[in-house]
């Protein structure tokens, strides 16, 4: 492989024949895992051999078919000038006159012997590939999807963001794309994007990046100054605040003390008791309900009680009659949702509280609450170390209950979107690549819809959590899938909305 | 009771407790006028031969002790009176004898220096709750009481913009055409819809509502002796009961109104202190059950009639208002898992908190409140708000924002407080 290293013929031809094209054994966990037995370490050392022997052969092949790249360690990419095979055809991007290959494809390229790379003009062996290419932008689990997925025939490019619906609707996107990059340039946040972009854009270059920002800080400087002039404008404003929108009769601004109230029909405030109240005789009042009976008679009340010219007569009301009729129109519920718990009873029968009025009533309610805390009849079940999560007290509606249980938590999708869109949440996991099926007319300019969205993570890595994944799956319903690899195995799970039966109401 | 069609509309002639419905549908108006007679709207009396307005969405009762005569017209299309009929089943003698009680317990507080009856209504949606506590207000005003009408239901209310709660002091009866709009409430922001979304927030509110009741009711003896009529929110299931106990409680009620609900009023008996009276009554034959689409458009005409006024009687402003001249925030975080808060925090705390809100476009077209505190440190939450602003545009270059509201520049105080509710101001 290495340069100036010309094979003789018959050399070439030892070469050719030793090529053994089967692909050992991989293994799984429990072919490692020693027991100690001679067999094992014999069939190990044969595997590791096999192996071993598979990397170190040498790899032949004609020098002028190789395409000869060069690696730029700046911008994470390999610039070349002559495409040879079919490659290009969904490989690399161009910017200006430059051809450039992303280092997962180049590096693909290298194993499947079809390219060399150098750097400091010098020649990079694979491994030595490995490591220069693989860094934290670009990580080893991507690229062993990367080549898993190439490997099987799809065409794999890097995830491209969607385009916004106004791009869409003014059909920028069939457009140049460079002027696309700029447009979003500007609405996105500078430190996103350098995250973000990075990765996915095409030709987007550090120099066009530096003098961005450097406008950036120019347009900030600038803004500091207004707001400066802003605030002394501000500081004269206020001196003569004029004041109300709305004034309020019952006091201006309750937040100040009771002086601010209105006190202009205030007859005898001296002698008003605070919060007097009476214990009313509602057997006296005649307050007229229809509960429980069928017929109500309805006297004339006293004159003195009624406003002027309000002369009505005795009637009566068919409460039988307004019974049936309101029961026609108004379906009686089907399904009556409150829980009824086992202590649901023993509860409601506690509560009896005799008060003789609400200041009363209340201390002793709280008194009652405290009480059930303490003596609660399964109250040794608080006694050790662990202890149920519910109290008894606790048991009042069932959104309490599943409150309390942390069973179901209530994630508010748009609240949270615009909450972490500044995190680093997005930028930890992102979509890695776009997959398109195997298809000849595929171009790398128009690439159109992908057929899937693949995203990386280890197998060590945390599940991601709902709001990642309400991220990650964009809007135009390509399916994501969360490629997971597990020593080298990958495996591809994918998430799917439904809606469980809902048994119980959070009332 | 007889119809008669002439050039210039219809009359409807009312017998004695006759009830004449009408309903205006959407984008007319009705003129009625009563000729001869007495009469009155939810309480309110009419003058005779005056000419009254109602634009769409309107809908009217008038009712008569005495019969009348009253002549309806449609100045913008010809003759469409199907909607406009008369009832003699009215629950009004019951509704009546409910104030006559009510006015003897005043009297009693009156003579003996004492509080005044307070008395919640509750009921499913659409049953006529605020209609039934519009009666009561405004047959106690006819009388020279001063009662204070607290109104908690945050969709639909009645004495602000919705997504508030508040009170008035309902001194002299409501308008005809108008409500109470012409008096000025006490409100407090709460920000959404319903109180599902948020009831740490709307238990605290109805609380500090109640306290500020207390204090104006110590200042006032009018207002003490008259008592509080509270109207809420359809919510009566599950944590709406415990709501409705809560407010009970907070209040500290006397009486219990239920309309046209058993159930609710057989755990009410079983689960309020003995020494509160609770009584179930009829709800009117006139109640129309509204869609979830037309309450939605009822929030955006109260939203409206705010700043343009009934009939597009108002000049509302229109001004820029910089960035940094005002603090915005919304109330309740996020909530959190337990094990993120501090030691001893609860994770229902987060809900009544203040949420510094960052100027961006999603602000466009909601309605903020302008509070009456002075500054963020204040307790933003628990204070009045003065009115409202919609922002109608936001300029992210120039950082300013273009706001409508009903006063001229600048606003009054510079911390706005956002709501769900959004206003388009279009028509």
């Known amino acids: ?507 | 009771m007889a119809e008669e069609v002439t050039g210039e509309g219809t009359k409807f002639d009312l017998k004695p407790n006759d009830e004449l419905r009408f309903e205006v549908e959407t984008k007319q108006t009705v003129v009625m006028e009563m000729t001869h007679g007495k009469g009155e709207v939810f309480g309110a009396e009419l003058a005779k031969n005056k000419k009254y307005k109602f634009n769409s969405g309107a809908k009217v009762a008038v009712y008569t002790w005495h019969g009348c005569q009253i002549k309806i017209s449609f100045p913008n299309l010809v003759g469409t009176t199907e909607v406009a009929y008369i009832s003699k089943e009215t629950p009004m003698l019951m509704y009546l004898n409910t104030h006559a009680a009510l006015e003897q317990m005043r009297l009693k507080a009156d003579e003996e220096n004492m509080r005044g009856p307070r008395a919640i209504i509750v009921g499913p949606t659409d049953v006529g709750k605020s209609t039934l506590c519009r009666i009561l207000c405004n047959y106690a005003a006819r009388l020279g009481r001063a009662p204070i009408f607290a109104d908690i239901d945050v969709g639909q209310g009645q004495t602000d913009i919705p997504g508030t709660i508040g009170a008035l002091s309902v001194e002299r009866p409501s308008d005809v055409e108008e409500d109470y709009s012409q008096l000025s409430p006490l409100s407090f922001h709460f920000g959404h819809k319903t109180p599902q979304t948020n009831t740490a927030l709307y238990e605290l509110l109805i609380q500090r509502l109640a306290e500020v009741i207390n204090m104006r009711s110590e200042k006032s003896k009018r207002t003490n002796v008259s008592g509080v009529i509270i109207n809420t929110c359809g919510w009566i299931r599950g944590a709406g009961y415990e709501l409705i106990k809560n407010t009970a409680g907070a209040f500290e009620v006397d009486l219990v109104m239920v309309i046209d609900q058993e159930r609710l009023f057989n755990e009410l008996k079983r689960d309020l202190p003995h020494f509160v009276h609770v009584v179930l009554l009829p709800k009117s034959g006139g109640v129309v059950e509204r869609s979830q689409s037309s309450r939605g458009e009822a929030r955006d005409a109260k939203i409206r009639e705010y700043f343009y006024g009934i009939d597009n009687s108002l000049y509302p402003h229109n001004f820029e208002v910089k960035f940094t001249d005002v603090k915005i925030f919304k109330i309740g975080a996020p909530v959190l898992p337990e094990s993120c808060l501090p030691l001893g925090m609860k994770a229902e705390d987060n809900k009544t908190k203040q949420v510094p809100v960052m100027p961006s476009m999603s602000l466009l077209h909601h309605v903020f409140s302008v509070s009456a505190a002075n500054s963020p440190e204040d307790n933003v939450v628990e204070t009045n708000v003065l009115g409202y602003v919609v922002i109608t545009a936001i300029d992210m270059e120039k950082q300013c924002f273009t706001v409508l509201a009903p006063s001229p520049r600048p606003l009054p105080k510079n911390i706005l407080l956002m709501m769900d509710l959004q206003f388009m101001d279009i028509k």
């Open chain 1, 1 to 507: 492989m290495e340069e100036g290293n010309i094979l003789s013929g018959s050399e070439l031809l030892k070469q050719h024949s030793t090529v053994d094209h089967s692909v050992p054994v991989k293994g799984g966990h429990k072919d490692f895992d020693k027991d100690g037995s001679w067999m094992q370490t014999k069939r190990l050392s044969v595997f590791y051999d096999t192996h071993n022997d598979l990397l170190a052969e040498e790899r032949t092949e004609k020098y002028g078919n190789l395409v000869r790249g060069k690696w730029n360690p700046q911008l994470k990419l390999v610039e070349f000038e002559k495409e040879m095979g079919k490659f290009w055809s969904n490989m690399g991007f161009v910017d200006k006159h430059r051809k450039w290959l992303y280092p997962e494809e180049a590096l693909f390229l290298m194993e499947a012997n079809l390219m060399e790379v150098s750097f400091n003009e010098l020649p990079l062996s694979i491994q030595e590939a490995y490591n220069e290419f693989i860094s934290d932008s670009f990580k080893l689990e991507e690229y062993q999807i990367y080549c898993h997925l190439r490997r099987h025939g799809y065409l794999v490019r890097r995830h491209e963001p969607l385009p916004t619906d106004y791009e869409l609707s003014i059909k920028l996107t069939d457009h140049v794309k460079k002027s696309k990059r700029k447009r979003k340039k500007k609405v996105k946040e500078p430190k996103l994007e350098n995250g973000q972009t990075d990765d996915c854009s095409q030709n987007k270059l550090r120099k066009t990046e530096t003098v961005q920002n450097n406008s950036n800080n120019l347009e900030n400087s600038s803004s500091d100054m207004e707001q400066t002039l802003e605030e002394s404008c501000l500081n004269v404003d206020n001196c003569d605040n004029s004041e109300i929108v709305q004034t309020s009769s019952l006091g201006q601004n309750v937040k100040s003390d009771s002086k601010d109230c209105d006190v202009s029909n205030c007859s005898s405030t001296n002698t008003l008791q605070k919060s007097r109240t009476k214990n009313w005789n509602f057997s006296e009042l005649n307050f007229p309900s229809i509960a429980n009976c069928d017929q109500l008679v309805l006297d004339k009340p006293n004159d003195k009680f009624l406003p002027p010219n309000v002369t009505p007569q005795c009637g009566h009301f068919d409460v039988k009659n307004y019974l049936n009729q309101t029961k026609k129109s108004t379906p009686s519920s089907l399904f009556d949702t409150n829980l009824e718990f086992s202590q649901h009873e023993w509860l409601k029968s506690k509560t009896e509280i005799h008060a003789s009025n609400w200041k009363d009533f209340k201390q002793k309610q709280s008194e009652i609450v405290k009480n059930l805390q303490e003596h609660s009849p399964a109250s040794e079940l608080w006694k050790g170390e662990v202890t149920p999560v519910l109290r008894p007290t606790d048991v009042t509606t069932t959104a309490n209950i599943l409150n309390k249980l942390q069973i179901i938590k209530l994630i508010n999708e748009v609240d949270d979107e615009s909450e972490n869109s500044s995190d680093e949440n997005l930028n930890t996991t992102k979509i890695s690549f776009d997959v398109y099926l195997p298809n000849a007319q595929f171009k790398k300019s128009d690439p159109g819809r992908p057929n899937h969205r693949v995203c990386v993570t280890r197998s060590c890595d945390e599940p991601p959590s709902l709001i990642t994944i309400n991220q990650c799956y964009l809007k135009d319903k390509v399916p994501v899938h969360w490629a997971v690899i597990d020593n080298g195995d990958v495996a591809f799970y994918s998430f799917q909305h439904f809606s469980l039966p809902i048994d119980i109401s959070k009332g």
